[in-house]
Antibody, heavy 124, light 109 residues
Framework: QVTLRESGPALVKPTQTLTLTCTFS??????????VSWVRQPPGKALEWLAL???????YYSTSLKTRLTISKDTSKNQVVLTMTNMDPVDTATYYC????????????????WGQGTMVTVSS | EIVLTQSPGTLSLSPGERATLSCRAS???????LAWYQQKPGQAPRLLIY???SRATGIPDRFSGSGSGTDFTLTISRLEPEDFAVYYC??????????FGGGTKVEIK
């Protein structure tokens, strides 16, 4: 059974750096075709894609947030970490990690399994 | 960047009725790389449809997807009580950018 679980602080102050961890089970990110992505959702609003990392350690970022995001993986721990710098109240959202299992490219397949999300509030 | 516009914003229907949701792209979506997700309050999105028309594992056949190019449709043939939720389309053909639509809420009339 594939599961993903997000963890991180519930509250961060403006200008701080947010670090989120996605811990997963049921697959390995060293296996060809496996990818993990981050998506966020402000309260009452739509989903927004943030970043993606694949089995070969290729990384892709949202153009609008690229300068603030870093995604990395620790295959031995089955974890993917997302850092977002210079947090602002508009970054208040539920942050999800999700898996892509592809036969071609991670950028050409849908998110098949999602974590439950973690709510992050940015406030002083 | 491909912008996805979903309509209507809200669809008010009764159980047993047919629901038709639209997703229009600002540019052609390559190879029908379009997915649909269902999201219920307090829950994560769930994949329903990928490749514009393929149902994900375990998705009932009352859900169907169609379309190509810039116009895509999600149809729920007969609404069940558990189908009242928000639905999002997503394109993954315009790499390296993945984008979502603004969502359509299907509510009980």
């Amino acid at each position: 059974q594939v599961t993903l679980r997000e963890s991180g602080p519930a509250l961060v102050k403006p200008t701080q750096t947010l670090t989120l961890t996605c811990t997963f089970s049921g697959f390995s990110l060293s296996t060809s075709g496996m990818c993990v992505s981050w998506v966020r959702q402000p309260p009452g609003k739509a989903l927004e894609w943030l970043a993606l990392i694949d089995w070969d350690d290729d990384k892709y970022y949202s153009t609008s947030l690229k300068t603030r995001l870093t995604i990395s993986k620790d295959t031995s721990k089955n974890q993917v970490v997302l850092t977002m710098t210079n947090m602002d109240p508009v970054d208040t959202a539920t942050y999800y990690c999700a898996r892509i299992h592809t036969s071609s490219s991670c950028l050409h397949d849908a998110f098949d399994i999602w974590g439950q999300g973690t709510m992050v509030t940015v406030s002083s | 960047e491909i912008v996805l516009t979903q309509s209507p914003g809200t669809l008010s229907l009764s159980p047993g009725e047919r629901a038709t949701l639209s997703c229009r792209a600002s540019q052609s979506v390559s190879s029908s790389y379009l997915a649909w997700y269902q999201q219920k309050p307090g829950q994560a999105p769930r994949l329903l449809i990928y490749g514009a028309s393929s149902r994900a594992t375990g998705i009932p056949d009352r859900f169907s997807g169609s379309g190509s190019g810039t116009d895509f449709t999600l149809t729920i043939s007969r609404l069940e009580p558990e189908d009242f939720a928000v639905y999002y389309c997503q394109q993954y053909g315009s790499s390296p950018r993945l984008t979502f639509g603004g969502g359509t809420k299907v509510e009980i009339k």
